[in-house]
T-cell receptor, first 113, second 111 residues
Framework: DTAVSQTPKYLVTQMGNDKSIKCEQN?????MYWYKQDSKKFLKIMFS???????INETVPNRFSPKSPDKAHLNLHINSLELGDSAVYFC????????????FGSGTQLSVL | GDSVTQMEGPVTLSEEAFLTINCTYT??????LFWYVQYPGEGLQLLLK?????DKGSNKGFEATYRKETTSFHLEKGSVQVSDSAVYFC??????????FGKGTMLLVSP
């Protein structure tokens, strides 16, 4: 069974559309994250949730809204997509006491045309 | 704040060559240090770690030693394989803080 799974793997859409990326972890972790990786492979944290509560919200446009219905899920909704949103988005999970070992999903390649 | 600096890539090597990817850090307190690897089309996965000065992390033939005096955690492998081609990320955390990643170094190994 996949530990951290995110869907879809590829997402191609037009500017101005609204889209969602889903993430689920079956590891029993308390904390989940969203990272954005640009074309140069630079990895930047966007959000972190601990037990359904937002604990990290980096400087991210408010068009990005995370939703955590339970501690096993952290979805990312993006409104009014822009060209600059094109990137690979990674979901990850870990535990506060052992958060150095993060488990990553395989990524969602978002292409905004 | 905490930061991690890695050598820029890509690093291009022939199979069986010796690999070094440099990593230096700036942190308050005593961080734990990590190397993560990202194979093509996949998410990051932990390669090795070291939690205190002079510790050596090792896995799959890769090694890195936590050098407090030089604030470094360089990744080495004696003989690389084509299958080692990936992006390597150095990272640190202090206590309960979120991981701070370097910008990643792409390694390309040719037969």
């Amino acid at each position: 069974d996949t530990a951290v799974s995110q869907t879809p793997k590829y997402l191609v859409t037009q500017m101005g559309n609204d889209k969602s990326i889903k993430c689920e972890q079956n590891l029993g972790h308390d904390t989940m994250y969203w990272y954005k990786q640009d074309s140069k492979k630079f990895l930047k944290i966007m959000f972190s949730y601990n037990n359904k509560e937002l604990i990290i919200n980096e400087t991210v446009p408010n068009r990005f809204s995370p939703k955590s219905p339970d501690k096993a899920h952290l979805n990312l909704h993006i409104n009014s997509l822009e060209l600059g949103d094109s990137a690979v988005y990674f979901c990850a999970s870990g535990t506060p006491k052992n958060n150095e070992k993060l488990f990553f999903g395989s990524g969602t390649q978002l292409s905004v045309l | 704040g905490d930061s991690v600096t890695q050598m820029e890539g890509p690093v291009t090597l022939s199979e069986e060559a010796f690999l070094t990817i440099n990593c230096t850090y700036t942190a308050t307190g005593y961080p734990s240090l990590f190397w993560y690897v990202q194979y093509p089309g996949e998410g990051l996965q932990l390669l090795l770690k070291a939690t205190k000065a002079d510790d050596k992390g090792s896995n799959k033939g890769f090694e890195a030693t936590y050098r407090k005096e030089t604030t470094s955690f360089h990744l080495e492998k004696g003989s690389v394989q084509v299958s080692d081609s990936a992006v390597y990320f150095c990272a640190l955390t202090t206590g309960y803080s979120t991981l701070t990643f370097g910008k990643g170094t792409m390694l390309l190994v040719s037969p």
